[in-house]
């Protein structure tokens, strides 16, 4: 990979870059502690106690227990939004979306669940319905957000059902994806044993979202019966 550039504009300071560490700090503990023991087991007293902290300083950074476990959901939330923002010359949503995932896949990102430990991280979430909730909303709310650019960067009017409808099937197609890869990963599969089928259902679930489902799981005709007597 390339040398990674420096973002542009000013700096963060030092304290700015303290206060950081100690965020990202809090919340790795609090991570490792809610996928070893389980979400709802953990207090924050506990999270307090093993990052050496008060329980002050972690409601300081965090408002709530589930902003410990989700504390890059504002990442996730913007993170289809600015993949939109930067697609390519003439590529249509559903071709840029198409070409992330695959990327994602390629690179093991965390987002596709294509990677070690992922079965962890989504057995933490399945077994806690706080978590579950919020997973939902932050769902919830990134597809409105990228449903808002596309209206915004289409000209489509308050009336117009596309840009949400394209958000949501955007939507759908990934998170059926992860979610069967997710599945897989927890029933003992290696990434290896997966990823021919991973990358085909991929394509196959792309696929229908540029092409549409047509007459996909159309009624079999029946034949002309001839009618006979008892």
Avoid: C
């Avoid at 989700?70 to 979306?97: C, H, K, M, N, Y």
Wanted: proline share 3%.
């Amino acid at each position: 990979m390339g040398e990674e550039l420096a973002p542009a504009g000013p700096q963060p300071g030092l304290r700015e870059r303290k206060k950081r560490e100690t965020r990202r700090r809090i919340s790795d503990i609090a991570t490792g502690l809610f996928l070893t023991r389980g979400f709802d087991n953990v207090t924050i007293a506990d999270v307090a106690r093993t990052a050496d902290v008060s329980v002050n300083t972690v409601f300081n950074y965090f408002k709530t227990k589930e902003d410990l476990f989700f504390d890059r959901q504002d990442e996730i939330i913007e993170q289809a939004s600015r993949e939109f923002r930067g697609r390519r010359p003439g590529e249509g949503a559903a071709a840029l979306f198409r070409r992330r995932f695959f990327e994602g896949l390629d690179a093991g990102a965390y987002w596709t669940a294509f990677h070690e430990g992922s079965e962890a991280w989504t057995q933490t979430v399945r077994d806690s319905p706080a978590l579950t909730a919020r997973q939902r909303e932050i769902g919830r709310r990134a597809q409105d957000h990228l449903a808002d650019l596309i209206a915004e960067d289409t000209g489509a009017g308050p009336d117009d059902i596309a840009p949400r409808t394209a958000a949501a099937m955007i939507f759908a197609v990934q998170t059926v994806l992860i979610e069967q890869i997710a599945d897989r990963k927890r029933a003992g599969e290696t990434l290896q044993e997966m990823r021919e089928d991973v990358y085909a259902a991929a394509a196959r679930a792309f696929d229908l979202l540029e092409h549409g489902l047509g007459d996909y799981a159309a009624r079999p005709a029946t034949g002309n019966r001839t009618a006979t007597g008892n």
